[in-house]
């Protein structure tokens, strides 16, 4: 019971142990015989320790699910994983042992679930990974080849610079019988786009023999760069894939807030003529972003700014000069296209023509909102908000603090000392303690007898 992986790098052989671990045997002789692994992805390399495949896309991809068993294959995506117990009496003690890459169970602490990735050991003695993973095989045949991954160039995420990919799986021995619905491919299949559009460095890529690993690094940046363009191909933010930034447009950022594009035209005009010149500001508040592009006419105009602007002190701040990245100038006539045809099928503007109309659009709708704001907050006869407050609650000033209402008796001298006295008695200051004080009140005690012998006489008179 052997299976044989004819990798990038050489031939593995591996002898499965059936007897210890059947499941994961059945799972991994099914999945090599329906050509699942062809054109998998080596990854998570690590020294002296392990790495893993299995996955036919790769974990980089977001279209990776992780890998399927054999019998997520065939009966559904419910059926991706399996559980699997540990063998007890298997270590991962010698080189080249084999298992499979699994997780915990949640519902039994004594199972493993697993799918379709297996882990080869690179080292002796790996206690750690004890308990963690499912032995199922021992490598018999290409050590050469585990030394060659095992010293392969790899990046920050154990990924190897230049790939590492399983090509074929024969089946040199298989005991147990196919399950319901197998059917074996006449001839190894075609890789998918999505796996091709995990390539980093072909496998199959003639590279010198004395490269470094900065080269290595180098050449899978740019690999990766023509990917991410392809897609902005497709997503339809770029023309075309190969497109670059124009040479005559220069990038200015580190502006003031304050600095106008009639400024930057001026200033930059002494280079050579000028196509356009465009301060890029917010477009709900109208606020410069601090930065701005020029088109100059000639390509030589627009390095000599380039070499004669770095640094340079314009109202009070130092600016910063770069080409543009930006591909916005080549693409204007394609986008204009596209934006016509946009426009005439939902009815609105198109063209260039139309891009300013709708600018001008935009200004004078928040010209107009903003007037409304205005008179929304300060009009005196404009409705109340939905909080409840009117225009008095957004003033500045406190709202003042309504009088007490004063009481009317029929002694109108009584309401006068009443009054007076209710007043002094409302002042911060406290009350005089002095000749004038006492007097007041001994006048006051005097009226209120007076006051209380008219009343008296009053009620007399009415009895009358």
Not at 164 to 170: A, C, D, E, L, S
Not at 310 to 327: E, Y
Request: with cysteine.
């Amino acid at each position: 019971m052997s299976v044989l992986l004819e990798t990038s790098l050489g031939d593995i052989v591996i002898d499965l142990l059936v007897d210890e671990s059947p499941k994961a045997c059945e799972n991994f002789l099914k999945l090599c015989k329906v050509k699942y692994y062809n054109f998998s992805p080596v990854h998570s390399v690590q020294k002296n320790f392990t790495f893993q495949t299995g996955d036919p896309i790769g974990p980089d991809s977001s279209e990776s699910d992780g890998g399927s068993s054999i019998w997520g294959l065939l009966q559904g995506p419910s059926q991706r994983t399996f559980p699997l117990q540990l063998p007890p009496k298997l270590k991962h003690d010698e080189r080249g042992t084999v298992s499979m890459a699994t997780v915990p169970s949640p519902n039994d602490p004594d199972l493993r679930i697993a799918a379709s990735q297996f882990i080869i050991t690179l080292g002796d003695n790996l206690d750690y990974l004890d308990g963690k993973a499912v032995i199922f095989g021992k490598v018999v045949e290409g050590f050469d080849v585990l030394e060659k991954v095992n010293e392969a160039f790899i990046d920050d995420r154990g990924r190897p610079l230049k790939d590492i990919r399983i090509r074929h799986t024969v089946i040199l021995d298989d005991p147990f019988e196919d399950p319901e619905g197998l059917v074996e491919p006449p001839e190894s299949p075609v890789p998918s786009k999505a796996q091709l559009a995990t390539v980093r460095i072909a496998d199959d890529e003639d590279l010198d023999d004395d490269i470094d690993e900065e080269s290595m690094e180098r050449l899978r940046r740019e690999r990766e760069a023509r990917a991410q363009a392809l897609t902005l191909e497709m997503v339809g933010d770029l023309p075309f894939a190969e497109v670059k930034p124009p040479e005559n447009v220069l990038f200015v950022c580190k502006l003031n807030p304050v600095t106008q594009d009639e400024d930057l035209n001026l200033i930059f005009s002494r280079f050579g003529p000028i196509l356009s010149c465009e301060v890029i500001r917010d477009k709900r508040t109208g606020d410069s972003l601090q930065y701005a592009f020029i088109e100059f006419e000639n390509q030589k105009d627009c390095e000599q700014a380039y070499f004669k602007m770095q640094g340079v002190l314009i109202d009070d701040h130092r600016i910063h000069v770069d080409f543009s990245q930006s591909v916005s100038k080549l693409s204007e006539s394609w986008r204009n296209a596209t934006i016509t045809k946009r426009s005439s099928q939902r009815g609105g503007f198109g063209g260039v023509a139309g891009l300013e109309k709708k600018r001008q659009y935009r200004a004078t709708e928040n010209t107009r909102q903003r007037d409304d704001d205005y008179h929304m907050v300060f009009d005196k006869n404009a409705p109340r908000a939905k909080s409840g407050r009117d225009e008095r609650s957004l003033s500045r000033s406190p709202p003042r603090k309504p009088q007490r209402e004063r009481r009317v008796s029929r002694s109108p001298r009584r309401d006068s000392y009443r009054n007076r006295y209710r007043d002094r008695s409302y002042s911060r200051s406290p009350p005089r303690r002095d000749s004038y004080g006492d007097r007041d009140r001994r006048y006051n005690d005097n009226e209120r007898r007076r006051d209380r012998r008219d009343d008296d006489r009053y009620r007399e008179r009415r009895r009358r």
